[in-house]
């Protein structure tokens, strides 16, 4: 089976119904599914943000919200050793936050599933 590490960009697109959900959801579909913690918290950013710009919105976002979160989607939620997460910042330029990820798809040995070019960037420049 394919291992993969979504992050909140790929994620929120899925959860959120964004224009590239429906080929994340595509990506996504049979494989296992790992994040760091992290992403629970990136996800509710995001919620907060549609929130606020579409407030006549608020309930079914929020609804989007508990679903990305429920157990039903099979993902195994990983802590990620912060002084790993800044070295891999450090050493790519990336944020910490988004270090996190690429640091949880390398020690996992499995591919990282990003709408973010920056960070999907430096996960191939890893892999070189």
């Known amino acids: 089976m394919n291992r993969l590490v979504v992050d909140?960009?790929?994620f929120a697109a899925f959860v959120f119904q964004e224009p590239e959900g429906g080929a994340i959801a595509t990506r996504l579909n049979g494989a296992?599914?790992?994040?760091?913690?992290?992403?629970?918290?990136?996800?509710?950013?995001?919620?907060?943000?549609?929130?606020?710009?579409?407030?006549?919105?608020?309930?079914r976002i929020l609804m989007a919200l508990a679903t990305a979160l429920e157990e039903r989607w099979g993902i195994v939620w990983c802590d990620v050793d912060p002084t790993e997460a800044v070295l891999v910042a450090n050493a790519t330029g990336l944020t910490t936050y988004d270090a996190a990820y690429l640091w949880l798809a390398g020690?996992?040995?499995?591919?990282?599933?990003?709408?973010?070019a920056r960070l999907a960037t430096a996960g191939a420049a890893l892999v070189e």
């Open 8 to 10: 909140a960009s790929a």
């Open 32 to 59: 296992s599914l790992f994040a760091p913690t992290l992403l629970k918290f990136e996800l509710a950013s995001v919620a907060r943000k549609k929130m606020r710009a579409q407030p006549a919105r608020a309930s």
């Open 107 to 116: 020690s996992l040995g499995a591919d990282l599933v990003t709408l973010d």
